[in-house]
């Protein structure tokens, strides 16, 4: 895979204290942009400023190299302007003409107790007796929307709302060290070196970088197509971790056929204190409620009918849709949120069809919302999910149903190949669907778009 000149290069070091739940970072992003560059400013979306007390910046500095985060010497201060969500970082004139540019920046982070209020950030970035999970950790680079683009020209932030994804990623390399009390592990996806509480990882073509420090979970691993399935899980959710571990066993070589290659060496399931289920690249963090939840099935035919195994499925759909194509999830959260779902669907109708009545249960009733709608419409989750997760699904399903099943894959295949390791957006996508469904788009549109 030749290297993007243009894709950016994260570098970490942090260091982990689990006793104060604390995080001091160093991070530095490498990149190589003229586009960004000559704006003439760097911006950041940071989701944890928009929380209270979560977000301290220590130190903002520039170097016209690439990385060099030791070398403090090389670093010039930086003038920048943080508010609420958005860093930016002004650029004296040399940097504007930079081959490539390195921002180091410098900051604590003060985890809050992890919590279970719904669908939001705050779920994604907590403390609790099982460790820490850091999620939404770090400043993300905003995506720039060139100017060729319609509506283009700009920088794309994503306020801090506390409702849905607040964010957007475009693909980067990461490079992460984290150091932690010899007690702990450190579970991230890419460990390359692991020694006296110096934990190193690397993470090419990722789009969100998590980890957890535990003392409390152990792991139970599979091999599924040559992938390191790995389960973080506490002692006594054996059984749970076994079924996390199966519907993977299930659903991938589904999705990989259906879809294309699985982007990683590995994926990692992690038993966090929060609500529901969240993806990050190669990592994916479940509610411990679910696994406590789990009860074996009386007989194989049972199994899947599980909120566990269920949502397993839903956020491995994720590694595709968020993870290989990229979305704007803040502004246009449908377009993974409704195929994530959909995969769902495609799971329980491919392998465990008499699940589908269960599965479809907790919606069949819910009204159809429309799906073109920013995280900001919605002050709640509830409402939130039935537009962008439940009402998406019903599209996709209906796009389905009009093209017939082999052409629909044909679609997703093709819409994969043309996004990968890019931000799809919706006016792209429904030129996309324009080309197959023809005048029958309209139809869906008058139905599920405002
Ligand atoms: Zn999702």
Redesign the pocket.
């Known amino acids: 895979m030749p290297v993007a000149p243009d894709r950016p290069r994260y570098r970490f070091d942090v260091t982990a204290d689990p006793a104060t739940h604390r995080l001091h970072v160093r991070q530095a992003i490498a990149l190589a942009d003229p586009v960004r560059l000559q704006t003439g400013e760097i911006v950041f979306n940071v989701p944890t400023n928009g929380m209270t007390g979560v977000f301290a910046l220590e130190a903002v500095r520039l170097a016209l190299s690439p990385l060099q985060t030791e070398a403090a010497d090389l670093l010039q201060p930086a003038a920048v302007l943080l508010e609420d969500s958005t860093l930016r970082v002004r650029l004296p004139t040399a940097a504007t003409r930079a081959a490539i540019l390195t921002v180091c920046l410098d900051y604590a982070v003060h985890l809050p107790p992890a919590g279970h209020e719904g669908i939001s950030a705050i779920h994604a970035l907590g403390w609790s007796e099982l460790g820490m999970i850091a999620g939404y950790w770090y400043p993300v680079l905003a995506p720039y929307v060139a100017a060729a683009t319609r509506g283009g020209g700009r920088w794309l932030i994503t306020p801090y709302h506390p409702v849905g994804d607040p964010i957007v990623y475009e693909t980067a390399d990461y490079e992460v060290t984290v150091r932690a009390p010899t007690s702990h592990q450190v579970i991230a996806a890419g460990l390359t070196d692991a020694q006296q509480g110096v934990w190193r990882f690397r993470l090419d073509r990722a789009r969100g970088f998590a980890f957890a420090v535990s003392d409390r979970l152990m792991a139970s691993q599979a091999d599924v197509q040559g992938i390191s399935v790995r389960v973080y899980h506490l002692p006594e959710h054996d059984v749970a971790a076994q079924a996390a571990l199966r519907g993977v066993q299930e659903a991938l070589p589904l999705f990989v056929q259906a879809y294309g290659p699985y982007p990683y060496a590995e994926l990692l399931i992690v038993e966090a204190v929060q609500f529901g289920?969240m993806?990050y690249s190669a990592l994916m963090t479940f509610s411990r409620d679910w696994f406590a939840a789990y009860q074996p099935p009386s007989s194989d035919a049972g199994f899947g009918a599980d909120l566990l195994v269920r949502f397993v499925v839903?956020?491995l759909g994720?590694q595709w849709w968020y993870g290989v194509v990229g979305n704007d999830q803040a502004h246009e959260p449908w377009l993974?949120?409704g195929l994530?779902?959909y995969g769902e669907v495609f799971y329980y109708e491919t392998l465990h069809p008499a699940h589908l009545a269960w599965w479809e249960a907790p919606s069949r009733d819910m009204p159809t919302l429309p799906i073109n709608q920013p995280i900001y419409h919605f002050s709640d989750t509830t409402t939130y999910v039935q537009a962008a997760?439940v009402s998406s699904t019903r599209f996709w399903l209906d796009v389905r149903r009009l093209m017939g099943p082999a052409a629909f894959t044909g679609f997703v295949q093709t819409y994969r190949e043309r996004y990968q390791d890019r931000l799809a957006h919706e006016a792209e996508v429904l030129a996309l669907l324009r080309d197959r469904l023809g005048p029958a788009l309209d139809r869906l549109l008058s139905v599920y778009f405002r």
């Open positions: 289920g993806e839903h956020e994720h993974d949120e994530a779902r997760y």
